[in-house]
């Protein structure tokens, strides 16, 4: 099983990352932190989703366990998660830094 963090922007990079492992016959995860999207990318790709807020302190392991039942260990994770902060480096708070 591969997992990909990140996959919840339509469109983004880790939508791609996944679409990839499905083509390659891996059965995926995709994780991010808005649900909607990531049932569609699973829909899509024959995968399933989980909606996490990976950044927060403790972050997410990828172990649903249902996920795991189903699909069994994790071979693969990917993070593609990002974001842009469009500010200057001098503006920069603690909170952007922790975001």
Known sequence: MALVLGAAGPGNMGQAIARAFAREGAR???A??????LRDIAAEIG??????????RGGH???DP???E?????RHRVNATGWGLLKPFLETTREDWSR
């Open 70 to 74: 189903a699909f069994g260990q994790i």
């Open 32 to 37: 991010g932190r808005t649900e909607a999207p």
């Open 61 to 63: 392991r990828g172990r």
């Open 28 to 30: 995926v995860m995709v």
């Open 47 to 56: 995968g399933r989703c989980c909606a996490v807020r990976h950044h927060a």
């Open 66 to 68: 249902a996920t795991l």
